[in-house]
């Protein structure tokens, strides 16, 4: 793995080129300083920045970003001043721009780390043989004012002219995941903050090496370079050839990588032995637990809602078949310039294993203890439980969990029960430095709600919203898209960036149209489930974040509500809490293959989202609520836009394809037209 070195003179001449702020900051004892963790507010304020230096670290070797990251932690605990540049999906500069603070960019990221060396004590060295010793050196670099360093760079640290000392070598000290999380919870746990929790994937960055694997041969090719989608078709492989492994590989290549125009996928079914062991369409919930590495491939954003890889990209799906399978066949909807192979892919070694460093600066900075725990294997599960239970409820968990889908699903579940919430963040760039920016935004003045008609009413939201990382990066790409704002949409987002990322909430609220709505995402302050929620806390908390959703404007929550990964309603006492403690108009519920309208106790319009994940499926739905509509009283209709397939465009073609009979309206007036036509009071 390359590595980029500076020779000494640059080194010494760069330490007197950045702001005075790094040679200022030495002289304060930041081994005391800490953000505010007032028990006033649910997340730790920081200190205004007034200048940043910003390091492009996002072609950095992982092991550079977990240093940078981590140096970012402990100088931004008592002023923010590095900025680490790790994500494009937006625009490098993009957020760096909008937040109004001076900034000098660095190319070379060894200029910043040179000039602010002196303010980390040492590094923390990792062991790459157990990769969970990356969380468990961050909670230490957090605890000891200290850098984390994977061997290689140990090396090079300790010399001239960094000289850094080494505090921990965690090399050779566990054997495994539960040993290294173990020996934390035991004796570091009662060191770090109980304000929040963090949980961060040292493998998240895990990639296929470039190239084709070995074991991988081409089972399907388009020989033409086809462009017109005219060889779409439903084709048959055999994948019997590549059984005996745990699992097999499907991987989609760009046949024709000079021209632009790659594969396009829309839906794959697999059988082993004749039982369907796996089906999902492109874009959707159910695609994510087989869609192994994305590589650099998109979902589209037009009426295709396929994924594509163009100019030498790719996209690999595993499949687990039953052991003693005979027989496995992959039914693949495609078409366009394809090139399809299958193999197994052997473990990467140690050294394939890439770290990242987002969010990592947060946890440094606030000394919080960092863990990865699967809740589906019991062992990890009595852990994760264990320290879940040792925090008041209300404590937010911030990053993500093991197991993708079925993790997120017993993990929010398990959260929830201990009155714990979830802010996904474990793809979040900077929360130190915006976390020091301040509110300040003014909402745009809203239209006027339409006249109650007999009309079939349609409300747009777009999923996600409980997602810290989609507020910055997904939801900025599609807020960019130039169709927003000609129809009416609702924009599902947390109201915890009012102090974990102001700087962001300011730019939706600033530049919203009055078509466009922020709403809470699930469910409600943060992301969990309400019926997990212990009754005895419920409605403590949710008194304590109402001043969040008020302040952000975002008086309408979107509800997540499962018991064992399926959807299930609000109970009565939990319903009347959002409505009385949340003091909210409406709820939209779930994400499901229906629509409908509750009025639960007699006053509070509960609408089921029906989800879509492309305009042919919108336009679907809502003609067949056309046909079965009889006309004599309006009709409501809640359509989910998946964020990760649909925008702002797709919202404007399914809405020009309706006809008088249709309006689509914002959820504030689409609850409000509900409660006009049940005859319920105006909410307050």
């Known amino acids: 793995m390359a590595r980029r070195f500076t020779i000494l003179c640059l080194a010494f001449l760069c330490a007197f080129s950045l702001t005075a702020g790094a040679a200022s900051a030495s002289e304060t004892d930041v081994q005391t300083a800490k953000p505010d963790g007032s028990k006033h507010r649910e997340l730790p304020s920081f200190k205004k920045p007034k200048h940043l230096d910003a390091a492009d670290i996002y072609d950095a070797p992982g092991d550079i970003k977990l240093l940078l990251g981590t140096l970012q932690g402990i100088v931004n605990r008592e002023q923010p ?24 960019l660095h190319q070379d990221y ?51 002219p960094y000289k850094l000392k080494i505090i921990d070598d965690l090399r050779g000290k566990f054997n495994s995941r539960m040993d290294a999380y173990t020996w934390q919870y035991e004796n570091l746990w009662k060191k770090t903050t109980h304000q929040m929790l963090v949980g961060l994937d040292p493998d998240t960055a895990i990639r296929i090496p470039s190239g084709m694997p070995e074991s991988f041969v081409t089972i399907a090719e388009e020989k033409q370079q086809i462009r017109d989608a005219s060889n779409r078709d439903t084709y048959s492989l055999d994948l019997s050839s590549l059984l005996g492994e745990t699992s097999v590989y499907l991987r989609f290549d760009d046949a024709f990588t000079q021209d632009g125009w790659g594969p396009a996928v829309h839906e794959i079914t697999v059988k082993a032995d004749g039982e369907q062991i796996a089906k999902f369409v492109v874009g959707t919930p159910e695609e994510e637990s087989f869609l192994y590495d994305r590589q650099n491939s ?43 192979s299958a193999g197994n892919i052997r473990p990467l070694s140690a050294e394939q294993r890439e770290p990242y460093a987002y969010l990592r600066d947060y946890a440094v ?12 294997v019991p062992e990890q599960k009595a852990l994760f439980e264990k320290i879940m239970s040792d925090v008041k409820p209300g404590t937010p968990y911030l990053g ?21 919430y979830v802010l996904a963040a474990d793809w979040f760039s900077n929360l130190t430095v915006f976390s020091g920016t301040e509110p300040k935004f003014t909402p745009v003045k809203k239209s006027a709600r339409p006249a109650l008609e007999n009309k079939i009413y349609v409300t747009y939201t777009f999923t996600e919203g409980d997602n810290f990382q989609y507020n910055q990066h ?3 790409v599609m807020w960019d898209d130039p169709a927003r704002g000609k129809v009416p949409i609702n924009w599902t987002s947390s109201p915890l960036l009012y102090e974990g990322a102001p700087a962001i909430l300011n730019y ?44 952000t404007g975002m008086t309408i ?71 079965n509509w009889d006309g004599k009283s309006p009709l409501f209709v809640s359509l989910g836009l998946l964020a990760w397939s649909t925008t702002p465009s797709d919202a404007l073609a399914i809405t020009e394809e309706l006809g008088s009979e249709f309006k689509v309206v914002r959820a504030d007036d689409y609850f409000s037209l509900i409660r006009e036509s049940y005859h319920l009071p105006a909410s307050k």
């Not at 990769?131 to 050196?137: C, G, K, S």
């Not at 900075?365 to 589906?376: E, H, I, P, R, Y």
């Open 81 to 104: 001043r590095i900025y680490l540049i790790e994500s494009q999906e937006e625009g490098k500069l993009t957020w760096l721009k909008d937040i109004n603070v001076p900034y000098t």
């Open 110 to 160: 060894w200029e910043v780390f040179s000039a602010y060396r002196s303010e980390v004590k040492g590094m923390i060295v990792y062991d790459p043989e157990v990769p969970d010793t990356i969380n468990v050196a961050t909670t230490l670099a957090g605890l000891k004012n200290a850098v984390v360093a994977s061997p290689e760079l140990a090396v090079k640290l300790s010399k001239a």
């Open 298 to 340: 998109k979902v589209s954003e037009g009426q295709g809602g396929h994924r594509f890889a163009d100019n030498g990209n790719y996209f690999v799906y595993e499949f687990s078949p039953p052991a003693g399978t005979q027989n496995l066949t992959a039914e693949v909807d495609m078409w366009n310039q394809y090139k399809v």
């Open 365 to 376: 900075a606030n000394k919080a203890m960092v863990f990865w725990l699967d809740s589906n």
């Open 400 to 420: 993500w969990f093991s197991n993708d889908v079925e993790g997120e699903f017993s993990s929010v579940e398990i959260a929830s029960r201990y009155g714990v």
């Open 474 to 476: 997904r939801m900025r």
């Open 508 to 551: 939706y609220v600033n530049t919203a149209t009055p078509n466009d709505l922020l709403i809470a995402g699930p469910s409600g302050a943060g992301y969990f489930y309400p019926g997990a929620w212990p009754d005895s806390s419920f409605r403590q908390f949710l008194q304590q974040t109402e001043k969040y959703m008020k302040k």
């Open 557 to 627: 929550p979107y509800v997540l509500n499962r018991v064992d990964s399926e959807n299930v309603p609000l109970t009565p006492f939990k319903a009347s809490a959002y409505e009385k403690d949340y003091k909210a108009p409406g709820l939209f519920i779930s994400y499901e293959d229906n629509y409908g309208v509750e009025i639960v106790g007699d006053s509070l319009p509960i609408s089921t989202i029906r989800g879509i994940s492309t305009v042919q499926d919108g336009l679907q739905v809502l003609n067949d609520a056309k046909a």
